[in-house]
């Protein structure tokens, strides 16, 4: 089981960037899924995601702003980021807690996983 994001770049203050995340393997559901980031010197934060119930919910100055949504599949999730600022540059990360079945049949449970971070720099 893995999570693959992309989409992370550099743009100017105002731009749009659209980060994707794409959970694979043998998973059975996701419990919840979305976005946190990092910014230097900074603690990771919770950017957007979705419960199970399909709730969307963002961090404050994500409101307005940047729009979670995901496909039919719901293994996969989308951020739009618009008009960002340049406290938005941070490492964004893509998370979820999933329930999988192992090569051997086991079930696991409300496993948390991690993909690897894609940069944003918003420049002035």
């Known amino acids: 089981v893995q999570l693959q994001a992309s989409g992370g770049g550099l743009v100017q203050a105002g731009g749009s960037l659209r980060l994707s995340c794409t959970a694979s393997g043998s998973i059975l559901s996701i419990n919840h899924m979305g976005w946190y980031r990092q910014a230097p010197g900074k603690e990771r934060e919770l950017v957007a995601s979705?419960?199970?119930?399909?709730?969307?919910k963002y961090e404050e100055s994500a409101k307005g702003r940047f729009t979670i949504s995901r496909a039919n599949t719901k293994n996969t999730v989308y951020l739009q980021m618009n008009s960002l600022e340049l406290g938005d540059t941070a490492v964004y990360y893509c998370?979820?807690?999933?329930?999988?079945?192992?090569?051997?049949?086991?079930?696991?449970?409300?496993?948390?996983?991690w993909g690897k971070g894609t940069l944003v720099t918003v420049s002035s």
């Open positions: 979705f419960t199970a119930g399909g709730t969307a």
């Open positions: 998370n979820a807690e999933m329930n999988y079945r192992n090569n051997y049949g086991q079930i696991y449970s409300g496993v948390d996983y």
